[in-house]
């Protein structure tokens, strides 16, 4: 079965308006909490991420929450623009040694319209 | 400037050819993995490396074999390629240490068509 989950394939956001992109996990053991953007024909890269000793965490625009009895995590995008049109992925591991052995969720194709 | 660079960018093979995908690292990470990215999958691993040598398994490693004989450098080769296997794939690093240890830094990736 998935181990990181990305229920919604894609979302529309107005612009200006706050993106939510959600992400569930099966693994109580995973300890760290990452999301990644991606452009078309491009490679991921790295947004924001998280350990599992903390339950938020902002960056700019960005926030997100951790709800680790839930097993969820979320992406809050705030004033959306429509350059952060793009597939959003989750991602979440096991840190071992410093090496996390990460986990994909399908990603979520966020588009913000103008 | 960091880097991860991946050979080629595209690639086409026929059924039953063997297929080498090769990554190259500049930041002298230690941890290297191979994704590939299917519509509606994400990104799944094959293999990680935890340096030369030091090779585990990921989700999908059936029909695929990796070689990391260098820390900066890490292939990807499949024997005897199949049609499923037509896919991108993706080559990553992480540092393994500091307060940035486990951030994948990927490829460009190879966009590799199994006819």
């Known amino acids: 079965g998935q181990q990181v989950k990305q229920s919604s394939p894609s979302l529309t956001v107005q612009e200006g308006g706050i993106s939510i992109l959600n992400c569930d996990y099966e693994?109580?053991?995973?300890?760290?909490f990452a999301w990644y953007k991606k452009y078309p024909d491009n490679s991921p890269t790295l947004l924001i991420s998280v350990r599992s000793n903390v339950d938020k965490r902002e960056d700019g625009r960005l926030t997100v929450f951790l709800n680790k009895s839930g097993k969820h995590f979320s992406l809050h995008i705030t004033a959306s623009q429509p350059e952060d049109t793009a597939v959003y992925l989750c991602a979440a591991g096991l840190n071992q040694g410093g090496s996390a052995k990460l986990i994909f969720g399908e990603g979520t194709k966020l588009t913000v319209s103008s | 400037d960091m880097k991860v660079t991946q050979m080629p960018r595209y690639l086409i093979k026929r059924m039953g050819e063997n297929v080498l995908l090769e990554c190259g690292q500049d930041?002298?990470?230690?941890?290297m993995y191979w994704y590939r990215q299917d519509p509606g999958l994400g990104l799944q691993l094959i293999y990680i490396s935890y340096d030369v040598d030091s090779n585990s398994e990921g989700d999908i490693p059936k029909g695929y074999r990796v070689s990391r004989k260098k820390r900066e450098h890490f292939s990807l080769i499949l024997d005897s390629a199949k049609t499923n296997q037509t896919s991108v794939y993706f080559c990553?690093?992480?540092?393994?240490?500091?307060?940035?240890?486990?951030?994948?830094?990927f490829g460009s990736g190879t966009r590799l068509t199994v006819l």
């Open positions: 990553a690093s992480s540092p393994g240490t500091g307060l940035s240890a486990e951030t994948l830094y």
């Open positions: 693994n109580d053991m995973f300890d760290y």
């Open positions: 930041m002298s990470h230690e941890t």
